[in-house]
């Protein structure tokens, strides 16, 4: 099977997705340690509008201690190891195809 062909979609185009997410993450992550609250303009508040989702949605499950550049850190793990299973279960659902 090729590697390239569009037949694993259904994998690419949500880790495509998530990669992107991951970056935006990144981003935020080094514009809210780099400026803090002093980080105001239109363009930190489109990445927040963006990421907010994610970084809320961890939020509930962090302490309320937990500053919130420590959330967006963890927001971006839980990316990374969604990412990482999706990979998984592409490689068992294709194994399982292989093996019939």
């Given at each position: 099977?090729?590697?390239?062909?569009?037949?694993?979609?259904?994998?690419?185009g949500?880790n495509?997705?998530?990669?992107?997410?991951?970056?935006?993450?990144?981003?935020?992550?080094?514009?809210?340690?780099?400026?803090?609250?002093?980080?105001?303009n239109?363009?930190?508040?489109?990445?927040?509008?963006?990421?907010?989702?994610?970084?809320?949605?961890?939020?509930?499950?962090?302490?309320?201690?937990?500053?919130?550049?420590?959330?967006?850190?963890?927001?971006?793990?839980?990316?990374?190891?969604?990412?990482?299973?999706?990979?998984?279960?592409?490689?068992?659902?294709?194994?399982?195809?292989?093996?019939?």
């Amino acid at each position: 099977m090729n590697p390239s062909a569009p037949l694993q979609w259904y994998v690419d185009g949500p880790n495509l997705a998530l990669a992107v997410l991951s970056y935006l993450l990144i981003l935020r992550l080094a514009l809210d340690l780099t400026f803090g609250t002093l980080g105001n303009n239109v363009i930190f508040r489109g990445l927040c509008w963006v990421t907010d989702p994610v970084v809320r949605g961890v939020g509930v499950i962090t302490p309320r201690v937990v500053p919130e550049p420590l959330v967006t850190l963890c927001a971006l793990l839980w990316l990374f190891a969604v990412r990482i299973a999706l990979v998984q279960v592409a490689a068992a659902v294709a194994m399982r195809r292989l093996l019939g």
